[in-house]
């Protein structure tokens, strides 16, 4: 049984990686030449973050930083986060995204929306030059932000996310909660800071980068309102209750977590947004 990693095998698994055979493929013909599945993965995954290591560095790339990540080596149907079990309903590695249903239930996500209507104002987003706030056409929904842990229901939820995704309670911005009527829409963007722009150097002051992002769903809309992620042509249809998480391990499209709210065509749409830092944030 051969389980080096020669060059030739190195160089074999980036060029099919590259032409677009996916993993499973890989592990089984692997699996084909004597390989032991569990050693084919772990042989997969370390010459293909390898190689992502060495074009991050030849092309001069931001550092890649340890990202959230739910607990999904064994391929659980359920991630017990204390109060309840949460559904694994659809993962994808690159960009990494997972759908997860039954992380709120509908009394919950009511509350929640009855919890913020009354302090939802324009949405703002960041402003880059400066770091502070701006209206923004690319963003038409109201919204508002909780405090951390600022009701008793926004710290249950804040400690279900952070045992699902296996990151600190700390390193959480407060929750947002976002309204959006019928034509309005979030714009495809990232939601990490550019290192670039002159704003972004106060806002990663507080925390550091934003590594990972769980939107969940709190009502149905009748038409339209999902979450799109473009570079791969995925839409993640808006459920109450179920939420979807993404992360990116550097600032940078390499990524793939560029990401939108399509319009709203008919009906209302409801998201809370948990957005994870890589540190405390305060
Ligand atoms: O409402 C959405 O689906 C959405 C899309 C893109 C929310 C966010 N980004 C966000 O809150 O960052
Ligand atoms: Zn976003």
Redesign the pocket.
């Known amino acids: 049984m051969r389980q080096t990693i020669t060059n030739e095998l190195r160089q074999w698994i980036v060029s099919q990686a590259a032409a677009g055979v996916t993993a499973p493929s890989l592990v089984e013909a692997m699996r084909k030449v004597g390989w032991t599945e569990d050693v084919a993965v772990d042989a997969i995954e370390q010459v293909l973050r390898g190689h992502v290591d060495k074009v991050a560095r030849e092309q001069g790339w931001p550092a890649a930083t340890p990202v959230p990540e739910p607990a999904l080596d064994d391929a659980p149907l359920f991630i017990d986060v204390g109060d309840r079990r949460v559904e694994v309903l659809v993962t994808l590695a690159s960009p990494r995204v997972v759908l997860f249903g039954n992380l709120l239930s509908s009394e919950e996500s009511e509350q929640l929306i009855a919890q913020a209507r009354p302090q939802l104002k324009r949405s703002l987003t960041v402003q880059v030059a400066t770091g502070g706030s701006e209206v923004n056409a690319q963003r038409t ?1 109201d919204g508002m932000f909780f405090e951390r842990g600022q009701t008793p229901l926004v710290q249950r939820l804040e400690e279900r996310i952070a045992r699902l995704v296996n990151w600190p309670i700390e390193n959480g911005e407060g929750l ?1 909660i ?1 309204h ?1 009527q019928p034509g309005a ?2 714009k ?2 990232y ?1 990490y800071f550019d290192p670039q722009h002159a704003g972004s150097a106060k806002i990663l002051a507080r925390g550091g980068q934003r590594v990972g ?1 769980l ?1 969940i ?1 709190l009502n149905n809309p009748v038409k339209g ?4 992620f473009p570079d791969v042509h995925l839409e ?1 249809s ?1 459920r109450q209750g179920n939420a ?1 998480f993404f992360s990116y391990e550097r600032p940078h499209p390499s990524t793939r977590s560029l ?4 319009p709203v065509i008919e009906g209302e ?1 409801w ?1 809370a ?1 948990k ?1 994870l830092r890589e540190r405390e944030f305060r």
């Open positions: 929904s947002q976002l959006y829409e979030y495809p963007h939601d992002t939107v769903y309102g999902g979450t799109i993640v808006p979807v990401h939108g709210g399509s749409k998201i947004t957005w």
